[in-house]
């Protein structure tokens, strides 16, 4: 049986969480807790599988609570139950939580939260993962800018000019950015010449998504990776977040979602970098391999390493407190089928912009070696092909319309 912990102070709001979570066929049982300090005592006789707590559950030094579940206990779920106003402090918040969710969010959305996170940890405690990620002697590290500016954003009084001042103290970053936001990928009209300006035009979530993302790839930067090419890699990932931003804004999905699916297509191949510094030999047999046979290359990574590389850039992220529908994204890129999932997401963004990517759109008879049908036919979506065909045909005719005008400038 699992353990939920459900933290509030609001009686009511507890009694409401608990009749929503109350369900003879739940794997679960609900504990409950009035503040910090209790929860934190309870989880000192744990183990508890997953915490659900509002943001505003703070202790007498003004830590908030799951932040300090995130230190302690990394590996509990950690939910966070968003009221109305509570959504500013939500959002500077956002990286101690695994999701949030409304707190008034219907008890199927919590219970399919619940399971999906619980599930998601069982998946990368895999223990051929985790032995095969431990004996890998060149893993990258979350940049340390990344996380000032996470902690920056915190701030009640955070300012785009103050957080594109930390970006530019490092020049190197700065021009990786600089020259990324510049890409024909984001498609902007005008040459951004500072992180504070990128900030402007991109949101800040999204220059933070940046900073990672260029972060740990310049880590890898004159490393030997036989004949795997990490530029080749990195402009991939530019596409495939161009291509799932496409998708996502064809679906109308809210800003949170566009970021979450962009930064997820922007590392859905981390582990690409991983793999081929680690063990270059190894790697390159899987891609010849599965080319020759016309095999799945994920299931030779799984068989030559005892790990696919999107398990493997999936359990990085997870290790450094990505959104759970990030990690979801990279951990099933290649097998969407494989998880528990039953809506549009961005999951389902990145598998399809993966799958586009790879392809000749102007070609009516390209074919989607990569798509998975049965995938979209589950989740009822199939229809909805040739509509993010289209938005990604014209994602990449906002690209040749940038570069276009910077060369006429």
Known sequence: MQRILVVDADPTVLSELEHKLANARSPWSVEHAASRDEALERLTHGPYDAVLSSPSIVGADGSALLAEVKRREPSVLRLMLVSPAERDLAQKLAADAHQSLPKNASAESLRSALSRGIALRDVLGNERLQTLVA???????????????????????????????????????????????????????????????????????????LVLSV?????????????????????????????????????????????????????????????????????QAAHVFAERDHAVRAELERRLFGASHAAVGGYLLDQWGLPTSVVEAVLFHHTPSTWLEDDFSPLCAVHVANALAGVDLEDADAELVELDYGYLERLGLARRLSRWIQACRDAIEDERGATSESRST
């Open 215 to 283: 972060g740990v790839f310049s880590q890898y930067d004159g490393q030997p990776t036989g004949e795997f090419s990490i530029e080749e890699c990195w402009q991939h990932n530019l596409r495939v977040a161009s291509f799932t931003r496409a998708i996502l804004q064809a679906e109308r999905a809210g800003k949170a979602t566009i970021e979450e699916g962009v930064l997820a297509g922007m590392m859905h191949d981390a582990g690409q970098l991983v793999l081929a510094t680690n063990r270059p030999e190894r790697f």
């Open 135 to 209: 004996k890998l002697d060149h893993l990258p590290s979350v940049p340390s800018l990344y996380f000032e500016l996470v902690e920056a954003m915190k701030a009640p009084d955070a300012k785009i000019e103050s957080l594109g001042r930390i970006i530019a103290r490092d020049p190197g970053m700065t021009s990786k950015v600089l020259r990324t936001v510049n890409s024909a990928v984001f498609g902007l009209r005008e040459t951004i010449t500072s992180p504070g300006q990128a900030a402007t035009f991109l949101g800040l979530d999204m220059l933070k998504s």
